[in-house]
């Protein structure tokens, strides 16, 4: 048994027949067999996968060795510019206003309240104090902190291991102590009956999928919860939510193609759950609440029923809510995405996205009269949050461009007036006339125009010479938004260009965006990505021998591919939790993720042109020997996203294979899953790692 890459054992390569065709996978061995108790406990990992792990984190500290002054002084410029003692805006609910905050130096959030007429921390009562409960543990992530509709409880849930297992806890305000009612294992939303004495929670099955809801009595031991509902279809995932109305609790089901709703009344301590509209392939919907819209207790409903791709508003009857009885209420428009919906009473709030910009549309409930609130930079991120309440006229919305810091806003639904709540401050300073946002268009290889965000210094030289992080993603409709990070300013500051590449598979123009970037369509998200990095070039605004590609979980499939694809073209790549092992996580369909995902890549193990289509592009497969860039691979041991074994197998397999002598570097935090360490300064330190090496990939680093 000889010793490969960073001193790892070469096992045997496991053989397989799919479809006529042989598989052989050299590295198979660095999957765990026990990958569901590894998940609860990473120290049950078997010792020669530990050993080949260990053996490259000890190379790539070696590796990071010389550049730790600049890591070092990455992490104090982006604390500089974090406030450390800050907080959120009170969310006002009745008596109390919630809100969440730091303290100095603290790594995690503490859970707070205060009366609703008090003025700053004012009689504040602290619920959870994040950094306590996060002493000694090598890994605390709050899940959610659900606070009881009478005000007596508040539910909450953590993760310790970075598996996304959450553990369940109720505590009783007035004492500052949890019940003995302790849950694991849970998904870690929480929602509350009506009566504030029971709840409603997700669970996990053996494959960590969120398949069973149950109910749980306050005061009663867990094991004698009542199972209300369990998923039957294994693609199917299921999460909880409420409507704005607080009657229901919506049991929402679902996977990248097609959904299912059942209401939950949450006036009823024993409720059963009654389906909106039964599941059809392709059909998608979700469900507000209305009581007396036009005069009936009425569901609102947004859906992309009878081919409005992207989507439209129907209202229902609450006593007969199935398809039949829907009506269209904003009818479909092509291009202009309705992203989510929240009812008032005297209003209904829309976010939708057209040309690319987000906007929030108010419709009046009276006269059906809609006005928007929309904003004039030429890329900005918005959201919008509807708080606690029905009745109330005031809604909250954030807003951000990649050259303005994060701002809260209170809008008022019916005078149209705002106020501004809170503005992100910068500690260090920052001076947004000091930088410049863009959009720019690539034209990809159909000639579909692909938007490309930048953010650059004022001064920065657009001549061809300047340095570029290019970051992308493309997969399952998520947009990146153009919104602002403290954290890209070191690199801008540094003479960089961020360029966020809008590539097909988001829903950044619709969602024929992200279906031209799916299935048998996928491989124009790595086109576009590259189309992306020549123009950049070919415009002079970069130069075309210093960008740096950087992309993360579907993204970091889609670094691996265009590693592959155009290795040339990329002075290094960066893949945090890469998905770049697809063909064989495809095929197995015990694992977490692989039955959902088969709307959004094809199902390998039924269909033949599936399996020959993912296997043309699944970056692991497709290594081959020939020169590839400087590489940086981030896993997380107890991802269930993202397996660890992905990045390691594509690491191994590039360090036989490829014939170039460039940097391969991979670091797997060996107590984290897929969003890296939890802790808000801890995390300051894998950014650090990555700007890093982008800086020192191209001559940045001094």
């Known amino acids: ?219 009663t031991d867990p094991a004698t919860d009542v199972l209300v509902y369990e998923e039957p279809d294994k693609g199917f995932f299921v999460s909880l939510s409420h409507t704005q109305s607080g009657r229901f609790g919506l049991i929402e089901c679902g996977d990248h193609d097609t959904s299912e709703v059942w209401l939950l009344d949450l006036h009823d301590d024993a409720a059963v759950p009654v389906r909106v509209e039964p599941r059809e392939p392709g059909l998608r919907y979700g469900v507000e609440h209305h009581p007396s819209l036009g005069g009936t207790d009425s569901l609102i409903i947004e859906t992309n029923a009878d081919g409005a791709e992207d989507f439209k508003i129907v209202t229902a009857p609450l006593a007969s809510p199935g398809r039949a009885g829907w009506r269209d209420l904003v009818p479909y428009k092509p291009g202009r995405l309705i992203l989510s919906q929240s009812a008032f009473r005297d209003f209904l709030v829309r976010l939708e996205r057209e040309d690319g910009l987000p906007r929030i549309v108010v419709r009046s409930v009276a006269d059906g009269s809609e006005h928007a609130v929309a904003f004039a930079e030429e890329a900005y991120s918005l959201g919008f949050d509807p708080g606690f309440g029905f009745d109330k006229t005031t809604i909250r919305f954030t807003y951000s461009s990649m050259t303005t810091p994060s701002e809260v806003w209170d809008y008022d639904l019916a005078t149209r007036g705002r106020v501004l709540l809170k503005r992100q401050e910068v500690p260090s300073g920052h001076d947004p006339a000091r930088y410049e946002t863009r959009r720019v268009m690539a034209t990809a290889p159909d000639g579909e125009k692909v938007p490309v965000s930048l953010l650059f210094a004022k001064g920065t030289p657009l001549d061809g010479t300047a340095p570029c992080l290019l970051y992308g993603y493309g997969a399952y409709g998520i947009s990146i938004p153009a919104g602002f990070s403290t954290s890209r300013l070191s690199l801008v500051d540094r003479g960089f260009v961020y360029a966020i590449a809008h590539i097909r598979g988001g829903t950044e123009k619709g969602w024929r965006w992200y279906r031209e970037g799916k299935l048998a369509r996928k491989t124009n998200s790595f086109t576009d990505f590259i189309a992306c990095a020549e123009h950049l070039a070919a415009e002079r605004i970069v130069s075309p021998d210093l960008v740096v590609a950087h992309g993360g979980s579907a993204g970091g499939m889609l670094m691996g591919a265009v590693a592959n694809l155009r290795p040339e073209l990329f002075a290094g790549i960066i893949a945090e939790v890469p998905f770049v092992d697809v063909l064989n996580t495809m095929l197995d369909d015990t694992l977490p993720l692989t039955p959902p995902e088969w709307p959004e890549w094809g199902n390998p193990i039924t269909d033949v042109e599936a399996f020959r289509r993912i296997r043309s592009y699944s970056p692991y497969d497709n290594v081959e020997a020939k020169d590839y860039p400087p590489i940086l691979a981030l896993a997380g041991l107890t991802d269930p996203r993202v397996t660890y074994w992905e990045p390691a197998k594509w690491v191994a397999r590039l360090r036989e294979l490829k014939t170039d002598d460039r940097p391969l570097v991979l670091r797997t935090n060996m107590e984290a899953g897929h969003g890296g360490a939890a802790g808000r300064f801890d995390r300051l330190e894998e950014t650090a790692l990555v700007y890093a090496f982008a800086l020192a990939m191209t001559g940045r680093a001094a």
């Open 1 to 219: 048994m000889k010793s490969d890459g960073a001193g790892a054992p070469t096992h045997k390569p496991l053989v397989r027949q799919f479809h006529g065709e042989t598989l052989i996978d050299p590295y198979a061995w660095l999957r765990a067999e026990n990958w569901r108790e590894v998940m609860r406990d990473p120290w049950l990992l078997a010792p020669d996968i530990r050993a080949f792990l260990e053996a490259e984190n000890a190379a790539a500290e070696a590796w990071f060795g010389p550049h730790a002054e600049l890591r070092a002084a990455l992490v104090k410029e982006m604390r500089g510019r974090i406030k450390e003692d800050d907080s959120s805006v009170p969310a006002p609910d009745g008596p109390f206003a919630y809100y969440s905050r730091f303290r100095e130096g603290g790594q995690h959030p503490l859970i707070c309240r205060r009366p609703s007429e008090a003025q700053d921390d004012e009689d504040e009562d602290i619920l959870l104090d994040g950094d306590m409960l996060a002493a000694d543990k090598p890994y605390f992530q709050f899940g959610d902190a659900a606070h009881s509709p009478d005000h007596r409880r508040v539910a909450w849930t953590a993760d310790e291991a970075g598996s996304e297992y959450y553990t369940l806890r109720i505590r009783e305000i007035a004492i500052g102590r949890e019940r003995a009612d302790v849950i694991p294992e849970t998904t870690g939303g929480v929602i509350w009956g009506a009566d504030g004495n029971h709840l409603y929670y997700v669970r996990r099955d053996a494959e960590h999928r969120p398949s069973f809801v149950y109910r749980h009595v306050v005061g």
